[in-house]
């Protein structure tokens, strides 16, 4: 994850949403009155929602939060925007209809989250989301991990063929480049769509907006979208294309079909402008991944990035007492000392790490397994994989780790002593444990 463009991503949609909102006059008004930001697409992905508790993704100003709760649904809404999460808040308790807003950088909310126990039945994003995103795999992994068994996402975005071309139609752009893409900051795309994302009346408000901070895009091929659900354990149940864009007016000549549907010039053929994924969350993920093919093999370097994305997930929740701060200071160790020396072995599910076990001499010096997938019997495996190796097995877990210290006493791990501070010196108490010989 790239934190420092996230950051400057967050200062720009600070200043842009100022001006999309001066454009969309009374919205308290309009949501007391029954208005509805939402589009037919985005209501049949999601199917009925009466009592479901649904997160909104990158919920932008909470206008779509707001629709979706008028729907039944317990909603909470998740953006990196200072500015937009405040107005939300304000929105929602103005027009009076209930829903809760959260601030955070979204890869670090879903590890939070997990921490918190927080799931739900819907998982909602939608327009203009994931070229915020600078790595699709954690964003697909807290989608799952989030949902509840059975549980559904449902995802609508702009073609990232749309995005081959400049505002004229013309083929300019890579598709889905491998690096992002600097630009001079979030635009006031509601002032140049007009009335297609003003629904209750578009007003003059911020004239000639320039934004002072720049932003960055991920720009995403569906093929990447796809995969990274796959990868995360959800089975995709449909995949749509639409040859419009909903209320999007981001090239010139476009033509109203009707109900803010936006479509080329008609001289021009058609091309798809929108598509849609529907994802579920399979009854029990951990099953689903017993049930696939595990090898445990020696840690290679390319393996370094996720494990290292594992470790950081895993150590949110299982050490969250240790605070954010801490954790981050511990992968810059655990990524440029800790790998390169212990004796690592990678447990792999269908190919694709998914856990591992740091080995010092007989010393687990790490064991760390995707939180998704926790109870799939990969950690049991690496650790038997070791004792296979080397006989007797020692370990230090944090007391606070209530998880752990019983996971490795189901393994036949005991108790052999204490400490009240740990390596560093923190005042956290420590387990040592062995078994074996």
Known sequence: MQNDLHEANRLSWNAATVAHNSHKGDQATFFRNGGSTLYPEEIELLGDLSGLDLLHLQCNAG???????????????????????????????????????????????????????????????????????????????????????????????????????????????????????????????????????????????????????????FNWGIADVVQALIDAGLRIECLKEYPYSNGWVGFEAMRDGGSGRMLPPEAMPSVPLMYAIAAARPKSAAAVASRRETVIRPYRAEDRDRLVDIWLAASRVGHPFLGEERLLVQLEMVRDTYLPMADNWVAEVDGRPAGFIGLIDSFIGGLFVDPQIHGAGIGRGLIEHAAERLGRLEVSVYADNGDAVEFYRRRGFVETGRQETDDEGLPFAVIHMARGD
């Open 63 to 217: 206008q779509d939060s707001l629709s979706l709760a008028r729907l039944g649904a317990n909603v909470t809404g998740v953006d990196i925007s200072d500015e937009a999460i405040a107005f939300a808040t304000r929105l929602s308790r103005e027009s009076g209809v209930a829903a809760t807003f959260e601030r955070a950088d979204l890869f670090h909310w879903f590890d939070t989250a997990r921490a918190r126990g927080l799931t739900f039945d819907r998982v909602f994003a939608s327009y203009g989301t994931i070229c915020w995103l600078s790595d699709l795999g954690p964003w697909a992994r807290g989608i799952a991990s989030v949902l509840k068994p059975g549980g559904r996402f449902a995802f609508i975005e702009f073609h990232p063929f749309a995005m081959v071309f400049d505002e004229k139609w013309q083929p300019r752009y890579d598709y889905a480049p491998r690096e992002p893409v600097s630009e001079p900051g979030v635009g006031d795309y509601v002032a140049a769509s007009g009335t297609g994302l003003a629904q209750d009346g578009y007003e003059e408000g911020v004239v000639d907006f320039r934004n002072p901070h720049p932003s960055f895009e």
